[in-house]
């Protein structure tokens, strides 16, 4: 949650006459599309991070992550990395070519990317539903972060019960609670639904949404990121 008590995340709003200027103060919902394998939805949380620090209290919102899983069809257990993105890609030079890439814009962000340590390119269906518990529980934030962590700069198994039991510990979800969640079913479907609601409006993630209205996609700067939020909640520029 980003927020003050004197307050009253490549798109922008709509025209102010179709758009009722929001209520200054009023809580708003920033809602995150993405995978926590996607490299550039970690690049863009920590520029989104630094966006809400550039508006400070002028913009209260809670921040929800939703789920997109960019391979849907992965086999449960994953796949060996150098197998899936060598055919994926075309070549392993060229995968370890955009490796490069993403790695150079994590520097900036303040992430140190260890594609060397990642062994797997897991099925993130479970990591999701562990985000879906979180977001009941209140934590999810701390469980989006730490499913980043350990899979880009710890070469983590994110799709391993196991894994995910222990970051949903650090992030202060009860391991008895978790283990039995997991192996469950609970959340699937409530799951599915968000995936096939949200496939037919977002079309590359990071996708960010403010109650409900698109505002972008992709790992923006920081600045460019409190722009486009700050002209959706009809903030001062001087604020």
């Not at 978790?178 to 993630?205: H, I, K, M, P, W």
């Amino acid at each position: 949650m980003n927020c003050a008590n004197e307050a009253g995340s490549a798109g922008a709003a709509g025209p102010a006459e179709q758009t009722p200027p929001r209520q200054a103060g009023k809580m708003l919902d920033l809602t995150v599309v993405s995978d926590v394998i996607c490299p550039w939805c970690y690049v863009g949380k920590k520029n989104l991070e630094r966006a809400l620090v550039i508006l400070g209290p002028a913009l209260c919102c809670e921040i929800t992550w939703r789920p997109y899983e960019l391979n849907p069809t992965m086999p449960a257990g994953g796949m060996d990395r150098w197998e899936y993105r060598s055919k994926k890609f075309g070549s392993w030079a060229h995968s370890q070519s955009l490796d490069a890439q993403v790695a150079a814009a994590g520097a900036q962000a303040g992430i140190h990317f260890r594609h060397d340590l990642i062994v797997r390119t897991p099925n993130t269906f479970q990591a999701h539903r562990l985000i879906w518990l979180a977001g009941q529980e209140g934590v999810q934030n701390r469980v989006v972060e730490g499913l980043f962590r350990a899979y880009f700069t710890e070469g983590r198994d994110v799709g391993d019960a196991a894994v995910l039991t222990e970051l949903a510990v650090e992030a202060g979800l009860d391991r008895r609670r978790t283990a039995v969640f997991l192996e469950s079913d609970e959340g699937s479907d409530a799951l599915r639904q968000q995936q096939e609601r949200l496939r037919d409006g977002v079309s590359g993630v990071p996708s960010f949404h403010l109650d409900g209205e698109f505002l972008f996609s992709g790992a923006l700067k920081p600045e460019l990121i409190a722009s486009h939020l700050r002209q959706a909640a009809c903030i001062d520029a001087e604020r």
